[in-house]
């Protein structure tokens, strides 16, 4: 089964500062991989998906993401942040050819103004 | 688009009640749909997985009896809480996909508690 690991799971930044999230998956095979965002008091929304192609991901409000195999990674980037972006954000994966989600625990984010 | 309307969003009620959690998806039809539980400060937990027309599949743990899942339609799944208890208070979340390869749109959640 595949299981997902997201660090640091409070963020406090000041707007226009830059954003990293790390995300890592245990999984051998073919992934799909996906960041979630949920703002305070709605649903969550996919931000950005990596099925397959390039690597470097481009999602929606600026966000972009990069797969890296060889590290097992998809981490969630923004340069530069605006107190809208405070939410928490989830990391999740797929096997290939299976719909199930495994998701990692989130990250807090506060965006001072 | 994709829209995934889930009532009711907040239930209060005694020990021993069933509860019905129903997840509608609004503007596509969902040939798939999962159930989450949600604790504080924890990932989202997958409970089961439903198919349109078939039994729901649950995950490791998750009692089918207690949590009865019925998906009767491209567009409806429900879950039942049969008998509810105080350890049952969690924060459920249901999604709905299109199909195989297609990412998961969720409701905006459902606090149950149990007193």
């Known amino acids: 089964a595949q299981s997902v690991s997201q660090h640091n799971h409070h963020v406090i930044l000041s707007e226009a500062a830059s954003l990293e999230l790390g995300c890592n998956y245990s999984y051998g095979g073919t992934v799909n991989l996906f960041w979630y965002v949920q703002y305070p008091g709605q649903h969550l929304q996919l931000l950005l998906k990596y099925f397959s192609g390039d690597p470097l991901v481009k999602g929606i409000k600026g966000f972009e993401a990069e797969f890296i195999k060889s590290k097992f990674s998809f981490n969630l980037r923004k340069p530069s942040v605006q107190w809208s972006d405070t939410a928490e954000y989830f990391c999740?994966?797929?096997?290939?050819?299976?719909?199930?989600?495994?998701f990692g625990k989130g990250n807090q984010v506060v965006v001072i103004p | 688009g994709a829209v995934v309307s889930q009532h009711p969003s907040r239930v209060i009620c005694k020990s021993g009640t069933s509860v019905k959690i129903e997840c509608r998806s609004l503007d596509f039809q969902a040939t798939t749909m999962f159930w989450y539980r949600q604790f504080p400060k924890q990932s989202l937990m997958l409970m089961a997985t439903s198919n349109e027309g078939s039994k729901a599949t649950y995950e490791q743990g998750v009692e089918k009896d207690k949590f009865l899942i019925n998906h009767a339609s491209l567009t409806l799944s429900t879950l039942t809480v049969t008998s509810a208890h105080p350890e049952d208070s969690s924060f459920y979340i249901c999604?709905?996909?299109?199909?195989?390869?297609?990412?998961?749109?969720f409701g905006d959640g459902t606090r149950l508690s149990i007193l």
């Open positions: 999740a994966v797929n096997a290939y050819g299976n719909n199930r989600l495994a």
């Open positions: 999604s709905a996909s299109g199909g195989e390869g297609q990412p998961q749109h």
